[in-house]
């Protein structure tokens, strides 16, 4: 292998091991783009019961007097 061969051999597995890092980056990207979301539907379900016992406690004051 000359010179030239050998240069041509390190640039493609340099591009082949920077694509690999660049596709596990955007799987860590996308991995924690999905725990967030699902970390905020967890909350939003929490509020809408806390709200919905908030109400709940009203509507049953109110029926109380």
């Known amino acids: 292998m ?11 597995e340099a591009k082949g091991q920077a694509q690999e890092k660049g596709n596990q ?7 924690a783009a ?7 539907q967890n909350a939003g379900c929490q509020a809408q019961a806390k709200a919905q016992g908030a109400v709940d406690a009203v ?6 007097n």
Do not use: F, M
């Open 25 to 31: 980056l955007i799987d860590k990207a996308s991995n």
């Open 2 to 12: 000359n010179n030239t061969e050998s240069a041509s051999y390190r640039a493609g």
């Open 59 to 64: 509507k049953d004051a109110v029926n109380k």
């Open 34 to 40: 999905q725990s967030a979301k699902e970390s905020i």
